[in-house]
């Protein structure tokens, strides 16, 4: 079993940056797929950003050349860097992992392992 926390949230005023963290404990995830999802009030749980098991990236439309996902396997830990943040950013920002997901799935709400959230709000 793969436990995750993210950290890293905060307030900040449009324009600024955020990096985000997810600590996995539990089992290496090196050769796990990765993502960032957001939530904001009354919405659905969406995509932001992934990771292949082999390494592609891929991004929602509305944070690509804004957002970077990257990882470092051997602190078991995976980024969100948020640069250029908008007031519609502002959401509590979830990471997730699973093991065995396609890399067709990547987008949707199915990864097997997700921490408990962090807070982004962005003011304008």
């Known amino acids: 079993q793969v436990q995750l926390v993210e950290s890293g949230g905060g307030l900040v005023q449009a324009g600024g940056s955020l990096r985000l963290l997810c600590a996995a404990s539990g089992r290496t995830f090196s050769n796990y797929a990765v993502g960032w999802f957001r939530q904001a009030p009354g919405k659905e749980r969406d995509f932001v950003a992934a990771?292949?098991?082999?390494?592609?990236?891929y991004y929602a439309d509305s944070v690509k050349g804004r957002f970077t996902i990257s990882r470092d396997n051997a602190k078991n830990t995976v980024y969100l860097q948020m640069n250029s943040l908008k007031p519609e950013d502002t959401a509590v920002y979830y990471c997730a992992a699973d093991e065995n997901l396609s890399w067709t799935r990547l987008q949707r709400d199915e990864y097997a392992y997700w921490g408990q959230g962090t807070q982004v709000t962005v003011s304008s």
């Open positions: 990771m292949s098991r082999i390494g592609s990236i």
